[in-house]
């Protein structure tokens, strides 16, 4: 692997082979400097590497953003080789969409070719085919198969923040790497690593789905079952207190007492025999409302009829008087009278002549019709009078009805209130009848539920049978699980002292590796915890040497050691790995580990130690630089 400032300019590179390779940034027991082991940049340097190997995010956000601003134009690259074939990944330390995979024969090559159209983005696609063809297909529901690499690649690459704590934890989401790994389940997981151990045959897959829907189904059932139950209860509950009755009332009729039943329809004949009220008579009511309006209507009419007759009557009488008084004029002297044509007194006429009018004035005839018009106007004022008396007096009748109005509408009004309290009766009867009818029907209808309870589901029963065959799948599965158990305990034999026993065990709660001391049982602590994950992920490595597993012979720890692990123990580890590297001429595995702990001293040389980095200067670090 190679980590590039510029296409140009190389910082770092690192050549790993086949067998053991060792990654070591020296404590200060080792050093004999006060340089912390810590910040050399170990942990980046896996995650560099299985950036390589496919996985999308090869850094967190700050550091990639710490990255991306000191070196922009950097890159790194790995050649891969498998099965001979020579696999060159190229990543852009800043921003992404330049990656390419290639088949080309180095990262030299690689770089000046640059990315073409049509090469992968990724690995993946190339070690699925290549390595799980058989998997792909059987995979857990929610791993596709673009995650088969993906979720092996989290296993055999285990995230340092893990700390070892599990067979099964694989990635911390701290580290952001986006992995499938970190959000699929355990019984995901589990399923993807018995895949790989050849431990999980097609019965066994088969029944394992079976399982899910039948539990969903159950559990579906289960859930209306209890809904059903609850609505029992609270229906039988509700009849009670409707019908008055204790807690120890049954459905049916017992020697001593009324059941729920008979009760209900005892209360349904109480409620029909109710009397309705009577409702008032309104309708007589409103009939003589409305005669009284047409009478009161009649009489108004009347009344304003005579009174414009009145002032008719009185308009003529003054027009008549008016033409009466023409020849007469009041003054201060007193009443003369005056000619009705000339307006000449009729003394100045008589004494002077008429000076106007050729003939002479006929002054009685004068006198004869302005009597007459008095006498009009005066019969027309008492005929006026007549009928203003009349309008008075049906004005009196008016009058009269008002009373007689009033009691119509407060009878009216009371009529009303005795309707809507007679309808509210007659609707709270109603209402008793329907509840007591609606209580019998519920009586009756919880009866025949009681009668009809189902018993247990069909699917409890299936699941039973479905959940023998998955400990029949297992019982075949043993077979494989003890292969790779005999090798646990060849290493844990090999690494640990004498008196100690491994054992791998795979039941209905999942996967447990243990260790056992000769007379003490199992123990457990933090050190031997991580001390038997190691040794498992070795066994699985094993197998794959041996063709026994569907893995690539890959396995990358880092810093799999815990502070309080003896280091004499932790150096078995290294003895152990370059043993069986020592047993062919081209080791068929790769072990890379990252420690801060020397190796054995015999390991420190360059075939096993294949990068020694310090966290000061900064030139020593991953990058040679302070990022």
Known sequence: MAIFRDPQ?????????????????????????????????????????????????????????????????GLIAAEILIDGTCWVAVRPLGLLGSEFVAQIDSIEDAIARGHREGDRPSIDPVITRLFFSTIVGATAPDVSREHVWDVFRAWLTRDQECRLADILTWRSSQTQTRSRAQVIG?????????????????????????????????????????????????????????LGAGDDVGFDDTIDRKGLVSLADAALADAM????????????IFARQKALNEEHGTLMAKRQRLENEARSRRDEAGRYRSEASLG???????????????????????????????????LDALRAAIADKQKKAAELDAQANRVEQEAKHVEAQIQQLGPRRQALEA???????????????????????????????????????????????????????????????????????????????????????????????????????????????????????????????????????????????????????????????????????????????????????????APPAELQDERYLRLQMSSTPAERRLFGMDI
């Open 9 to 73: 300019t190389i910082i770092r590179d690192v050549s790993l082979k086949p067998g053991l390779n060792i990654i070591w940034t020296p404590d200060m027991s080792s050093s004999g400097s006060r340089a912390l082991a810590h910040g050399s940049g170990k942990t980046t340097f896996c995650r560099l590497l299985r950036a390589c190997l496919g996985e999308p995010g090869y850094a967190t956000d700050t550091q990639r953003s710490r990255l991306m601003a000191r070196l922009p134009n």
């Open 411 to 597: 009878e009216a009004k009371a009529a009303d209130a005795t309707s809507r309290a007679t309808q509210a009766a007659a609707k709270e009867v109603q209402d008793r009848v329907y509840r007591a009818r609606r209580t019998l029907d519920d009586v009756r209808s919880l009866r025949e539920r009681e009668a009809s309870a189902r018993p247990t589901p069909p699917g409890i029963a299936e699941l039973e049978v479905v959940r023998a065959q998955l400990d029949a799948g297992r019982a075949r599965a043993r077979t494989a699980i003890r292969t790779l158990e005999e090798r646990y305990q060849g290493i844990m034999s090999a690494w640990l002292p004498d008196g100690v026993a491994g054992a791998i065990k795979l039941d209905g709660n999942g996967l447990k590796v243990d260790a056992e001391f000769s007379g003490r049982g199992e123990v457990s602590t933090a050190a031997l915890d991580s001390l038997k994950i190691v040794a498992f992920d070795l066994a699985a490595l094993h197998l794959a040497v041996e063709e026994k597993a569907d893995l690539p012979a890959f396995l990358l720890h880092d810093s799999p050691r815990e502070a309080d692990l003896d280091g004499q123990l932790y150096a078995g580890l290294f003895n152990l790995v370059q043993q069986w590297e020592g047993l062919a001429e081209t080791p068929c595995f790769q072990y890379i580990v990252t420690t801060t702990t």
């Open 273 to 284: 025999r109710t009397d309705l009220p009577k409702p008032p008579d309104v309708g007589s």
């Open 328 to 362: 007469e004029i009041d003054v201060t002297q007193g009443r003369i009278r005056v000619c009705p044509v000339c307006r000449v007194s009729i003394d100045e006429v008589k004494a002077k002549g008429c000076g106007i009018s050729l003939e002479s004035c006929d």
């Open 186 to 242: 355990e019984t995901a997981k589990l399923t993807m690593v018995r895949l790989a151990l050849r431990a999980l045959d097609a019965d066994e897959r088969a029944a394992a789905a079976r399982e899910r829907e039948l539990v969903a189904a159950v559990e579906d059932e289960r859930r209306r079952q209890a809904y059903q139950q609850q609505r029992f209860a609270d229906g039988l509950k509700a009849v009670r207190l409707a």
